[in-house]
């Protein structure tokens, strides 16, 4: 019961020391056998080698998915091998960059937001990061916008948000789907009206396609109405058109919001590495934009890091179809394999000083020296993350951005603590003390001259 509770209340709390001793952990729970496994080549074999008998499980399923289960997020089998195919060459690097401009442009709406504060003002830059990535997924996905119901859809993206990530104890025991779950029936009416409102915008744009295609933006919705299915060519449904657009909505806004909320958490505790961020942010933010984010190399390994210790995505499952054996451990039909990205990447038998905060294991030939088997933020083998490029490049963009402009200390007395909630967010926020930087004159507002800490 106390388990049951503490999985409903923030599921990172059930991590105990010897998940982080010990390379697989077996237990039992209500749903059944389970193992929790840390180990490279058993998360190899699990992720990639003997991935066919490993699929992703009803529990995540229903918590990260909820709704979406035409979208690339939860599909299986033939329907997610086609998906995969269309969608592939949308995330791809070439098409990423071309997204930069639209990041940039999303993180300087931010910067004049910001400005437009007192010195010294105190904001809680969580729910200010969401605006941030949402701006970035309405610039990519739909570059005209939501169109003039754009506050309501915002606000139910949050409530969607907030409700979802809620594990259920009825989920846990394993209760049959039909029966309701309270939170469930609000995402249910959430999605509808979202559903209704992504119709209405693919109805303009499929006009536009039509009528003025030279007019048409090159954004997402176009690459996905163009990926469309036309009598048998392997395409897409509407129905996977429309799901596709709430997953990367679903996938992409809150896992790179949290990323950017714990980047700034983590540079406010380092002087030194908000000191190299910025003049790094001073010298690249310039120039051609497409490549700005191969430039910000130390940003870059900012961010790698900020997701090694506080991975968005911090618990990842499949179900086994048939017997295996991991590192010598008996696996069932029917057993749940947890890998969680959180434990992994602070694992004793594995981090040298894992819960520190140093870049540098990503700069240089540092980085071949990380199991690539360790190091799994994104996932690994056939269902990695699609949209990793696009996500690495967007948190660069923003994360420099913000640094170049402002300076940042969190409020004193705001303790931090991380929580479980689809995604790994700061528990009470993050509450954050800024001031406006002179880009004329970096030096006047460093940091120590603000009395901003310098640790
Ligand atoms: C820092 C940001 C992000 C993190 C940490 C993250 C993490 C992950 C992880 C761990 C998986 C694999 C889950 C599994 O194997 O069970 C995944 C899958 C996925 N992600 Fe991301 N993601 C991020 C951003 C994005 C963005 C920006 C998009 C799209 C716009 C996206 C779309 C997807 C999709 C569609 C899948 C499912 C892929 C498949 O099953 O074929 N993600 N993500």
Redesign the pocket.
Same mark, same amino acid.
């Given at each position: 019961m106390a388990l049951l509770g503490a999985l409903k209340r923030n599921p990172l709390e059930c991590w105990a020391a010897p998940h982080f001793e010990r390379p697989i952990v077996a237990g039992g729970l209500p749903i059944g056998h389970v193992l929790l496994v840390h180990e490279p080549g058993a998360i190899r074999r699990v992720?990639l080698d003997n991935a066919v008998n490993y699929r992703?499980d009803r529990l =995540?399923r229903r918590v990260?998915s909820a709704g979406l289960s035409d &979208?690339?997020?939860?599909?299986e089998g033939e329907q997610?091998r086609l =998906?995969?195919r269309v969608?592939a060459p949308m995330?791809a690097r070439r098409t990423v960059m071309d997204f930069a401009p639209a990041m940039l442009a999303a993180a300087e709406a931010l910067v004049e937001r910001w400005s437009a504060l007192e010195d010294g003002a105190s904001i809680d830059v969580a729910p200010e990061m969401a605006k941030v990535t949402l701006d970035v997924?309405e610039r990519? $996905?739909f570059s005209d916008g939501f169109g003039s119901d754009a506050e309501d859809i915002r606000k139910a993206m949050t409530t969607y948000f907030n409700t979802i990530g809620r594990i259920s104890p009825l989920d846990i025991l394993g209760v049959p789907d039909f029966v309701p779950r309270l939170g469930r029936l609000r995402v249910q009416a959430t999605l509808r009206f979202f559903e209704k409102e992504v119709d209405r915008v693919i109805s303009v744009r499929r006009r536009m396609l039509a009528e003025q295609p030279d007019q048409a933006p090159r954004d997402?919705l176009t690459h996905l109405l163009e990926a469309l299915d036309t009598g048998g060519s392997g395409g897409l449904t509407e129905a996977e058109v429309r799901s596709?657009i709430l997953?990367?909505?679903a996938? &992409?806004?809150e896992?790179?919001a949290?990323?950017l909320s714990w980047a700034l958490f983590l540079l406010s505790q380092s002087g030194e590495w908000r000191e190299r961020v910025q003049a790094e942010a001073d010298r690249e933010l310039i120039g051609p934009v497409e490549d700005m984010a191969d430039r910000l190399v130390e940003t870059r390994a900012v $961010?790698e890091e900020t997701?090694r210790l506080y991975?968005?995505?911090a618990a990842?499952?499949?179900v086994a179809l048939d017997r295996d054996e991991l590192n010598g451990e008996r696996v069932r039909a029917g057993s749940l394999i947890v890998i969680s990205?959180y434990v992994l990447h602070r694992h004793r038998l594995l981090w040298d000083r894992p819960d520190a905060f140093d870049p540098r294991r990503f700069l240089g030939a540092a980085q071949a020296t990380i199991d690539r088997f360790a190091y799994?933020?994104?996932?690994? &083998?056939?269902?990695?993350?699609? &949209?990793?490029s696009?996500?690495?490049q967007?948190?660069t963009l923003v994360l420099a951005t913000i640094v170049r402009h402002f300076a940042f200390r969190l409020r004193p007395g705001h303790a931090v603590w991380p929580m479980l909630r689809v995604?790994l967010r700061p528990a009470n926020g993050l509450p954050m003390v800024i001031a406006m930087r002179s880009l004329r004159d970096p030096d006047r507002c460093r940091p120590a001259e603000r009395g901003l800490p310098n640790s």
């Open positions: 992720l992703k =995540q990260l &979208g690339l997020l939860s599909a997610w =998906q995969r969608i995330f997924v990519t $996905i997402l596709n997953t990367f909505i996938a &992409g806004h896992t790179t949290n990323t $961010i997701v991975p968005p995505i990842i499952s499949r990205p799994l933020p994104f996932g690994t &083998g056939p269902r990695k993350c699609i &949209g990793s696009f996500a690495l967007e948190a995604t």
